[in-house]
């Protein structure tokens, strides 16, 4: 049996501008510069099933890949944008934004 987790993707559009940031030399705008300093890496949320221990990371971890759906998304794509991770059944470790 399958299982279906969907959380949003609160501030996906920081992670986009922060992803063009790095990839980029070209300089910042004030806009992009507020995107910036406004958030960090906990922005992009993750899924990830848990199967054993590490004695470096404590877990052993496999990362699970999300389908993202924007049907609900709002214009400057920062709230509405949903991720569904399909799951199988085991022990799961969950990172996302509450706010």
């Known amino acids: 049996m399958r299982y279906v987790l969907t959380i949003e993707a609160i501030g996906d559009n ?3 501008h922060r992803r063009q940031f790095l990839c980029s030399t070209a300089p910042l705008t004030k806009r992009e510069m507020r995107y910036f300093e406004l958030g960090g890496t906990h922005l992009s949320p993750w899924v990830a099933r ?4 590490d004695s470096r ?15 609900q998304a709002n214009s400057v794509g920062s709230r509405g944008i949903f ?10 470790e969950i990172n996302h934004r509450l706010k």
């Not at 848990?50 to 221990?53: A, D, Q, W």
């Not at 404590?58 to 993202?68: I, L, P, S, T, Y």
């Open 14 to 16: 920081f992670a986009y």
């Open 50 to 53: 848990i199967v054993g221990t």
């Open 57 to 71: 990371y404590g877990f052993v971890r496999e990362f699970v890949n999300a389908q993202k759906d924007y049907s």
């Open 83 to 92: 991720l569904h991770y399909f799951l199988e059944p085991g022990l799961y």
